[in-house]
Structure formats: C-alpha cells, structure tokens
C-alpha cells in the first residue's frame, strides 16, 4: 500500500492483479484498486473530479479525468473517509497509475489538489 497527504487529506491506494479478467495472449491484463481517502483536516471537503496518468511498461501512457469517483462526488468530514474500488487495464503485466484529486473545501468554497501516490501495478508472478 502506498500512501501520500496533501493539505491534510490522506490518500492510500492498494492493487490486486485480477487473473480471472485478464487474457495475457491478449494483452490484457486487468488490475483492481482500492483508494482510502481519509479526511485528516478540521473542515469537510468534497472529492469533484479526478485525473489518472496511466503508464504500461510498453511505453505506453494515457490520462484519464472525469467528476468524481466511480460515479459520486463525496462530502468526506473531518476525520472520516471515503473508500472505493475501481480497476485499469494495461497491455502489459506491469505499469503504474498516479494523479490528483479536485477538491473542494466546503467552508468557503476554496478549490485545491489532492496528489494521488504513484504506484504498482504488477502481476504477481513478475514479483518472483
């Protein structure tokens, strides 16, 4: 698990290799997410938008952005979190993902950037 703070909200992201979905004479390798966003401030935010680097270890990369986050733009309150599960595929066994959130300080309406840690994404069997 990685795990980074910006302006008090804390992101960590673990990956799990999803065999069951991946076709590797394909090139298709599915990868599953879960990203805990922990509110560690004194005033609620709300998550508006998203954007992913995507980077597969053939060079290739891509971004992805959209609102929210699998379809909700949450109010997370000091000292609670916000937990999901999402997935990404990539043509190769390994790659890495990394990012920001938009968010919204709900105070004054005050906009700011959450950093999104790099990480991992890798088949388990690259790990032996």
């Not at 733009?73 to 043509?91: D, M, T, W």
């Amino acid at each position: 698990m990685v795990t980074y703070i910006t302006e008090g909200v804390k992101v960590s992201v673990e990956t799990i290799y999803q065999p069951e979905y991946s076709n590797p004479g394909n090139e298709h390798f599915m990868f599953a997410y879960k990203v805990s966003i922990e509110n560690m401030g004194s005033y609620a935010v709300r998550l508006i938008s998203r954007h992913w680097y995507i980077f597969d270890s053939n060079g290739a990369k891509r971004e992805v952005e959209g609102e929210g986050v699998v379809g909700v733009q949450p109010i997370i309150e000091p000292g609670s979190a916000h937990e999901y599960v999402s997935g990404c595929n990539l043509k190769t066994d390994m790659g890495s993902m990394k990012g920001e959130y938009h968010m919204m300080r709900l105070l004054d309406n005050a906009m700011f950037e959450v950093q999104i840690p790099e990480f991992y994404l890798i088949a388990p069997y690259r790990m032996n």
